[in-house]
C-alpha cells in the first residue's frame, strides 16, 4: 500500500525490452529513497506497483509486464524519463494523503493549465469508466500523488496544485497533452459501486 505523498524524482538510466509484451527499467533513486533496499520491495512508479528486481547502489531494476505497458503511462517512457516516486508504507508511518493499492485503473491527458503566481490547476479529460468515481472534494491517485478534486464537469476534472507538490512532483513540468496514470480512491469505489448494485437490486 501507498499514501500518495511523492517521496522523490527518480530518472530511467536504462530501458530493456527483449520482447514486444516485456521491459525492465533500471532506475536510479534519490538518495533519500535509497536507504535499506531489498529485491522484492515495491517501489510505485508514477504510482503503479512495482517490484523491485535488482539492487546495485542506488539503481534499481524493475520489471514491466504486458498490462503494465498496456494500462499505464510507463509505456511511453524511454530512457531519460523521469517517474514520481514512493516507497511502500510501514506500519506506523503517518498517511498524508489517502491509501492507494498501486493499481492504476486508466490513463488520461491533462487538456488545459491554468496558471497564476502561487498555485497551477490542471484539467484532465474524464474517462468514462472513472466518471462515477470521479467526485467533487474527493480524493483522487494521478501519477501516485494523492490530490484532492477542484471541479468535475461532463468531461473533465481538476486539481489545484501548490508550489510544493509542484516542486517535489513531476507536476511541476508537466504540459498540456502529457499522459498521466489515474487511480481512483478505493473507498469511494467500494461506496459507489455498492450503492449501485443496491439500486440495481432494487428496480427487479
Known amino acids: 500500500m501507498f499514501t500518495g505523498i511523492v517521496q522523490g524524482v527518480g530518472k530511467i538510466v536504462a530501458k530493456e525490452m527483449p520482447a514486444a509484451d516485456f521491459c525492465t527499467f533500471t532506475v536510479e533513486l534519490p538518495e533519500n529513497m535509497a536507504d535499506n533496499l531489498q529485491t522484492g520491495a515495491s517501489v510505485a512508479n508514477n504510482g503503479c506497483c512495482l517490484t523491485i528486481t535488482r539492487i546495485n547502489g542506488r539503481q534499481v531494476d524493475f520489471d514491466l509486464m504486458a498490462e503494465t505497458l498496456a494500462k499505464t503511462n510507463l509505456g511511453g517512457l524511454e530512457a531519460g524519463g523521469l517517474v514520481n516516486l514512493e516507497r511502500a508504507a510501514r506500519f506506523g508511518d503517518e498517511i498524508g494523503g489517502h491509501l492507494m493499492s ?84 478505493p473507498q469511494t469505489q467500494a461506496v459507489v459501486d455498492t450503492v449501485a448494485k443496491v439500486l440495481a437490486a432494487e428496480k427487479r
Open 102 to 185: 498501486g493499481h492504476i485503473m486508466a490513463t488520461t491527458k491533462i487538456t488545459r493549465i491554468e496558471q497564476n503566481e502561487h498555485n497551477r490547476t490542471l484539467w484532465f479529460a474524464l474517462p468514462a469508466e472513472l466518471k462515477p468515481y470521479i467526485l467533487t472534494k474527493g480524493f483522487v491517485g494521478l501519477d501516485g500523488c494523492s490530490l484532492t478534486i477542484g471541479s468535475v464537469t461532463d468531461n473533465e476534472f481538476n486539481v489545484h496544485l501548490i508550489p510544493e507538490t509542484l516542486q517535489r512532483t513531476l507536476f511541476g513540468s508537466r504540459q498540456v497533452g502529457d499522459v498521466v496514470n489515474i487511480e481512483v480512491d
